[in-house]
């Protein structure tokens, strides 16, 4: 069941414990994703909440964030076992229902063959949250991963010029010895 989130009128900007909680809230989020943790998961989303997943589509309700967690987790793990969620740079609205929290994103692979560790997206997030039993919770969850140009949420005019040129040489396919003859 919903409670007022803000009692004594929505706040203009958001009060410093709820955007620690909110943080927290983040946190719970990734520990849970990352690790394949699900009480830790399903922590952070409310029981009717949505997730709006870019490569699964939309997930209603707990049974059905976990359904689509045990893709990525059991049948899809060679690619998603150690990754690290990061979110930064948020902005945090209040609003009437709860808060509206738009962010930035990052998402950290560890290649378990390779031992190696890569960038593998970026993106931004807008979330919609709500606060039940004095604890911040996600209602909806809307992730936008920059798989292409018209995927930034840029604002400003886009100019994206083209590279100058500047044609390589192809490369010399002779054999070693060949080119070590070559004058100098």
Known sequence: MA??????????TMPAQDRADITELYARYAWGLDLADKEMLLSAFAEDSEFDHL?????????AILKSMDELWNRRQHWWYGRQHLFQNFVMEPRAEGAR?????????FNVEYRTNFVFGIGTRDDKLVKRDGRWLFKSLYVNAWTAA???PWKGEKRLDHRPP???????TRPFLVQSKDPW
Do not use: Y
Request: glycine share 8%.
């Open 3 to 12: 409670e007022i989130c803000w009692p004594d009128g929505v706040p203009a």
């Open 55 to 63: 490569w699964q589509g939309k997930s209603t309700g707990h049974d």
């Open 101 to 109: 929290v738009r962010c930035m994103f990052q998402i950290l692979q």
């Open 150 to 152: 018209d995927q930034v």
């Open 166 to 172: 500047n044609p390589s040489p192809p490369a010399d």
